[in-house]
């Protein structure tokens, strides 16, 4: 886990979702529990949310790819310059 906090709330998140047997866990908060001046090793994560199943579940397919993609390179001041593309159903 490299000792990075983002690291332990991701790997808490699986490690529940998995003994929960739920897909993922929605609006999931975290209480960290660990001594850093001692360099202790014992990390201790309570997790709060609410567990969650997927349904319909797809792959992502090249649209959804690029979607993402410009998703990811949008900051906050750019928003307004560019928008997802949004196919239209042909008759």
Do not use: H
């Not at 490690?15 to 201790?44: H, L, P």
């Amino acid at each position: 886990m490299k000792a990075d906090p983002s690291n332990w709330r991701s790997y808490a998140v699986y490690e529940v979702s998995k003994r929960m047997s739920c897909d993922v866990i929605v609006a999931a908060t975290f209480n960290i529990k660990y001594d850093e001046v001692a360099g202790d090793q014992d990390v201790q994560i309570e997790v709060v949310g609410y567990p969650a199943d997927f349904t319909n579940w797809q792959t992502a397919n090249a649209q959804d790819l690029e979607w993402i993609r410009m998703e990811k390179t949008i900051t906050t001041a750019e928003r307004e310059k560019i928008a997802a593309a949004v196919k239209t159903p042909t008759k």
